[in-house]
C-alpha cells in the first residue's frame, strides 16, 4: 500500500483568484511541491479558452510548459477538467511526456457513462485518466457499486472521493470507502478530495489514510497550501504532508513547503478569503453549493438565520 500526496493549489486556488497566480508563483509553487517530494502535483484546468499568462487554465498541456523549470520523473503532473466542458478531440493533442502526465475528469452523479466515454478519449492520446466522483455523499452503496464495475471496465489510475459540500462525517465517508474498497479493482487507487465546511477537512483526510494503512490498495489524499480553494477550501498540504510524516513514515520536505507558503501565499492570503465561516457551514449543513452562499451574500445581503 502506498500513500501519495496530492496538492491542487493551483487547480482549487483558481476558484479563489480566478486562476490569476502569475508567473512567479506558478512556476515557484511547482518547483516547492517538487522539491518537497510530493508525488501529484495538480497544475490547474484544461479550459476550452486559450490560454493567458499567469492563468492555471490552460487550453492544451503545453501551455503549462513555460511554468516547468525542471520536469521530475517521480512526480506526476495533472489537470483536471470539467467532464462536459471540455473538447478532448478539438483541444487535447497527443501524449509528449514535456508537461502533463495524466487528467482528472470531474462528473456528477449519474453520468459516469459520459464521463467514461471523455476518458476514453484522453487515454486514447496517451494520458493516464483519473476519475473525481463529485457529491460522492449523493451516492448509495447500490450507486457505488455500479460505478465500480463500470470502473473496473475502464480501468483508471484512481477514483476519488470527493465531499463536494463539505458534509460528510466520519460515518459518512466509512460507508463511502469501505463499499468502494469492497467494488473497486484493488489494482486502482482511491482517492480522497475534501472540503472544510465543517472543520472535518483535515480530520477525515487522517481516518482515510489509517482506513487503508493495513490495505493493499494504494490511495491518493488531495490537499492544498494553507486549504487555499473555493468556500471553505481544503485540508492543508502544510498539516497532512507533516501527519504523514510523523505518523505514516512519510519523507516530505516541511523546509520546502513552509518555504512556498511564506514566499507566495501570503499575497493570497492578504487579498482573498477562504476557509471555514459561518456561511461555508450553512453550505455544509444543509448539503448545497457554496455558490448558493455567495448569491445570497452577494446580491440579498442575507444573515446566517436568513439564509
Request: aromatic content about 12%.
Amino acid at each position: 500500500m502506498a500513500i501519495k500526496l496530492l496538492d491542487c493549489t493551483l487547480r482549487d486556488g483558481a476558484y479563489v483568484n480566478s486562476s490569476n497566480f502569475g508567473n512567479p508563483s506558478i512556476k515557484g509553487i511547482v518547483k516547492h511541491m517538487q522539491d518537497a517530494r510530493i508525488e501529484i502535483i495538480e497544475c490547474g484546468w484544461l479550459h476550452d479558452l486559450k490560454h493567458e499568462e499567469g492563468s492555471t487554465f490552460y487550453q492544451i498541456p503545453s501551455d503549462f510548459e513555460q511554468y516547468l523549470i525542471e520536469k521530475k520523473k517521480n512526480c506526476l503532473y495533472t489537470a483536471m477538467i470539467d467532464w462536459n466542458k471540455y473538447d478532448v478531440e478539438k483541444y487535447l493533442p497527443d501524449y509528449d511526456g514535456k508537461s502533463i502526465d495524466a487528467i482528472r475528469v470531474v462528473f456528477p452523479h449519474g453520468k459516469y457513462a459520459e464521463a467514461i466515454k471523455v476518458g476514453a478519449g484522453i487515454r486514447g492520446k496517451g494520458y493516464q485518466v483519473l476519475f473525481q466522483l463529485a457529491n460522492t455523499l449523493a451516492y448509495s452503496n447500490e450507486d457505488l457499486k455500479t460505478v465500480s464495475d463500470k470502473m473496473n471496465e475502464f480501468k483508471p489510475v484512481a477514483v476519488s472521493i470527493v465531499d463536494t459540500f463539505g458534509a460528510m462525517y466520519e460515518e459518512d465517508l466509512l460507508r463511502i470507502e469501505t463499499a468502494l474498497d469492497k467494488y473497486l479493482d484493488p489494482a486502482i487507487s482511491l482517492g480522497f478530495h475534501s472540503h472544510n465546511n465543517q472543520q472535518l477537512s483535515f480530520a477525515l483526510s487522517i481516518h482515510f489514510v489509517e482506513k487503508f494503512v493495513r490495505s493493499r490498495r494504494d490511495i491518493i489524499v488531495d490537499s492544498s497550501l494553507c486549504g487555499m480553494g473555493r468556500g471553505a477550501g481544503n485540508t492543508t498540504t502544510e498539516l497532512l504532508a507533516s501527519y504523514l510524516n510523523k505518523m505514516q513514515y512519510k519523507n516530505y520536505d516541511m523546509n520546502s513547503i513552509l518555504d512556498a507558503i511564506d514566499m507566495y501565499m501570503q499575497e493570497f492570503l492578504e487579498k482573498y478569503t477562504w476557509g471555514y465561516s459561518t456561511p461555508n457551514f450553512i453550505a455544509g449543513f444543509y448539503q448545497c453549493h457554496v455558490n448558493n452562499i455567495a448569491y445570497l451574500q452577494t446580491n440579498h445581503r442575507t444573515n446566517a438565520l436568513e439564509m
